[in-house]
């Protein structure tokens, strides 16, 4: 879970907490930073998500605290592969992401049995936020 930073010193992947606006709080966001230079990167999976939230926050926000792991499966995905491991690798991650898709599939499955379509719409948004890869390494 790094990547090569720009400086050529590496970059890895931690949970932040992004602050909007000064007054609102989004905590676990995937960001990569690197200690040499400072600079840092939202994860780009998790950027169409957090745009959107922040989008729908508008221009003059209240104080209050999101938990963006409940808003994104990536987030999420990646505090429980840091639950498991101090240091990830990719493989396991990848092996995360495969159970994790199995597990919302057979979500989906269930949630279509019962005719959920709330149920379903939110299963879907989950599944098609943890397809979407860009990952080039
Ligand atoms: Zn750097």
Redesign the pocket.
């Known amino acids: 879970m790094e990547k090569s ?5 590496t ?1 890895s992947m931690k949970l932040r907490t992004v602050i909007y606006s000064g007054k609102v709080e989004i905590d676990n966001v995937p960001v990569y930073s ?1 200690d ?4 840092s990167e939202v994860f780009p999976e998790v950027k169409p998500d957090l745009t959107g939230l922040i989008g729908q926050l508008g221009a003059k926000p209240e104080q209050q605290t999101f938990l963006f792991n409940e808003w994104n499966e990536w987030a999420d995905l990646i505090m429980e592969l840091y639950t498991r491991q101090k240091r990830p690798s990719r493989q396991e991650m990848d092996k995360l992401i495969g159970e994790r898709i199995n597990k919302l599939l057979d979500l989906l499955l269930l949630a279509q049995r019962l005719g959920d379509d709330e149920w379903i719409a939110e299963v879907e948004k989950r599944l098609s936020q943890i397809s979407r890869r860009t990952m080039s390494t």
Not at 5 to 9: A, H, I, L, M
Request: aromatic share 0%; hydrophobic share 20%; glycine share 10%.
């Open positions: 930073c720009p400086c050529g010193e970059m690197c040499a230079c400072s600079r």
